[in-house]
């Protein structure tokens, strides 16, 4: 495990089932594009490793930091616009500056770190419902500030951005499987960086942070900074999204980062669950089938659309499960009788989660 | 390494730079506007007052109708501790619903009714139709959704985020009524023909609209009346002393459950009553939700959450920067910077958040 002093518990019956489920799937998506569907390579799955990275940010920020951030969606586009201003050249919008595409991806992620540095430093002293206030401004603000300002975007955003990836990612939509297991890799990594991150002593802090603020800062901890660091930690996660996002879908405007990409980002936390950040991917996974399946469906009796469907799916498991689907699994867990695996996750999940500033 | 011995405490600078910031960003945005502002549109305020006292106007009059939805917000949240995420959809449909009573008594048909044919009443009756049909809304979302979870706020959120989303969905569907228009389009009322005019101020040859300065006096109004009822009568009594103390007010025999309902529902009526005003002043299309949304938060977190006075200060300081920074910004070759607004709105928050975390008038929770 990790250099430090962290002493993990035995593995319970429950990790075990987990673990054999996890590697089983992680075998399966390894061989997948080999016999699978091109739609389900270049569609489906890249689409929800790449939202999962972005949910697994937020996940990570609510489950371990109090802090529920709707701001997360923003610093992906922010990512993502960053990497199509600096890669395109030519007559495109934006600045098409035209810079080496690995170059551009590291500067991309680099800015958006630096802007998470700056809106967590902001919301820092906020926990809870009011960190949800303060970082849905940011969200606001960014969406208005790439439809206005027309020399990084402008309201129908840049394209180009897929011509312009690296060798080793090549050409998105004649080779996906390339990008299918790059976005399979990050999404492993992001995972696997969020669980050693939480085990460390600035991890257990954060937790500590988490659950009673007021005495951690007694005990002389820096509350403000954990909160700061943990979102600039998310925010370098979203970055990773955000150019993931870029190569797959080669266009970044302004209705992706709105108020509804937002929210849909949220829905996909909740729909895998608030509380543990394997959730984050199998929300994706959820948030993307329904979407592919249930988007050219009309509602019965009260009309609209997909979001119809969403939003009362998203009540539903608010109100039924507050923990979403890892949530339901701990349950059904539990209420199958085997109870030595119960950890203190579940006190993380939403609804329960009592953090307030 | 020892520490170097000086009389400068840099830690001290540091507590206060915040302060000093937010001062100095203050005292130099005042000089910029008032002496200064070279190459914009509107040049310094001593140079041109006509244009410093339309902007100072049109700041005033959008603070009235900020005010007017973002107390509904705050009242709330005040009580219930419920962010009600669906504020902005309520305001939407309330426009919508505006809109509808105002053609169907003008005989409209779809087309925008000139306010030559809309009297006092055209307008004032979609309003309180709209402010009833939310207030009913609200009355059955606080009923069936919130009222079993009280404390759970990240929960309680969630369900109002899923509510505005269904909202939101629906009103795109649905609204216009009217087959001839596409469903999802913009639309606005017009304001009664007495007050969609311009009056002379006297003041640097100002000519302003009536209809701004009615909107100033609506939210003045309402401001005034939601003072009176908090803290003039038995009901505004109960919900104050539930702000402060929920469990303490209930133990004493105050039904609270009354409380909560009563105050959901007037707080879902003002935001209604914003969208009628904002139908008028602007129009409503399918994104005024999420704006409508951001403006209410931005001024609650400004002013601090609660707060009848932190919410007046609030909408004044984020109505006014959002103008001035219009009207102020340099627009050099005309590629810059007037577009850069809502970084201002960003650094008005960062400001207030960096020296009060509860905002200008809330109190430490």
């Known amino acids: 495990m990790s250099p430090f002093a962290w002493h993990p518990r035995p593995m319970s019956e429950k990790n075990l089932v987990e673990l054999v489920i996890g590697v089983t799937l992680l075998l399966f998506l390894a061989v997948f594009p080999v016999f699978g569907v091109g739609y389900w390579v270049s569609f489906v799955l890249t689409q929800t490793f790449l939202i999962g990275i972005a949910a697994a940010s937020l996940v990570f920020l609510t489950a371990y930091g109090g802090m529920v951030s709707l701001a997360q969606t923003a610093l992906y586009g922010i990512s993502a616009f960053a990497l199509g201003n600096m890669v395109t050249k030519g007559a495109v919008k934006g600045l098409h500056l035209g810079l080496d595409p690995w170059l551009a991806v590291v500067l991309a992620i680099a800015i958006t770190t630096a802007i998470g540095l700056v809106f967590g430093a902001v919301a820092s002293r906020s926990a809870g419902i009011y960190f949800l206030m303060i970082t849905l401004t940011y969200a606001v603000i960014a969406f208005t500030f790439f439809g206005q300002v027309t020399q990084v975007s402008g309201f129908s955003g840049i394209a180009g951005i897929a011509d312009r990836t690296p060798a080793l990612v090549g050409d998105p939509v004649t080779q996906p499987n390339r990008l299918y297991y790059i976005a399979l890799v990050t999404a492993l990594v992001v995972y696997f960086a969020i669980r050693h991150v939480v085990r460390t002593p600035f991890g257990i802090s954060l937790q500590g942070v988490r659950d009673d603020p007021v005495r951690m800062g007694s005990l002389g901890y820096n509350v403000a900074l954990h909160r700061t660091l943990a979102f600039t930690f998310a925010a370098f996660i979203a970055s990773l999204a955000g150019v993931l996002y870029g190569w797959w879908n080669g266009v970044i405007a302004p209705d992706n980062v709105g108020l509804g990409a937002t929210v849909d980002l949220l829905i996909v936390a909740v729909i895998g669950g608030l509380g543990r950040v394997e959730g984050a991917w199998l929300g994706a996974f959820a948030f993307v089938v329904i979407n592919n399946y249930v988007r050219d469906v009309s509602v019965p009796v009260l009309g609209g659309s997909f979001n119809t469907v969403i939003g009362l799916i998203f009540l539903a498991i608010v109100i039924v499960s507050p923990s979403g689907l890892m949530g339901l699994w701990d349950r059904l867990w539990d209420a199958a009788g085997y109870r030595e695996g119960s950890g203190p996750r579940a006190a993380a999940a939403a609804g329960t989660a009592g953090p307030q500033a | ?365």
């Open chain 2, 1 to 365: 390494m020892r520490r170097a011995v000086s009389a400068f405490d840099w830690r001290l600078l540091v507590r206060r730079l915040p302060v000093g910031v937010a001062v100095g960003t203050t005292v130099f945005a005042l000089v910029w506007v008032l002496f200064w502002a070279p190459s914009t549109n509107f040049g310094p305020a001593i140079h041109s007052p006509a244009n410093f006292l339309i902007t100072l106007l049109n700041g005033l009059t959008l603070a009235a109708l900020m005010f007017i939805v973002a107390s509904g917000f705050s009242l709330i949240f005040g009580l219930m501790r419920v962010v009600n995420m669906a504020h902005g959809s309520f305001l939407l449909l309330g426009g919508y619903i505006a809109y509808e009573v105002q053609q169907s008594m003008t005989n409209g048909g779809g087309l925008t009714v000139f306010s030559s044919q809309v009297n006092a009443w055209d307008w004032l009756v979609p309003a309180i139709v709209a402010a009833a049909a939310i207030g009913g809304i609200g009355l059955v979302t606080q009923q069936v959704f919130l009222r079993w979870n009280m404390g759970q706020d990240l929960r309680q959120a969630l369900i109002t985020i899923a509510i505005s989303v269904i909202i939101a969905d629906q009103v795109v569907a649905h609204f216009p009524l009217e087959s001839s228009i596409e469903k999802g389009s913009a639309v606005n009322t017009s304001w009664p023909g007495a007050i969609d005019r311009l009056v002379n101020l006297h003041i640097a040859g100002v000519q302003y609209s009536v209809a701004r300065l009615t909107m100033l006096g609506l939210g003045v109004a309402v401001g005034i009346a939601l003072w009176l009822w908090l803290y003039r009568t038995k009901t505004g009594m109960v919900i104050r002393a539930g702000v402060d103390d929920r469990q303490m007010t209930s133990a004493l025999g105050v039904n609270i459950q009354v409380t909560f309902a009563i105050a959901f529902v007037v707080g879902a009526s003002l935001a209604a009553l914003g969208g009628a005003v904002f139908t008028s002043y602007a129009g409503v299309n399918p994104t005024t939700d999420g704006q409508w949304l951001l403006n209410s938060l931005v001024v609650v977190i400004v002013g601090g959450l609660g707060s009848i006075f932190g919410t007046v200060a609030g909408a004044l300081l984020y109505a006014l920067v959002y103008n001035f920074s219009i009207s102020y910004l340099p627009t050099t070759g005309g590629d810059c910077c007037g577009q850069y607004s809502p970084v201002l709105t960003f650094v008005l928050l960062a400001l207030v958040l960096a020296f009060r975390p509860q905002g200008l008038f809330g109190r430490p929770a």
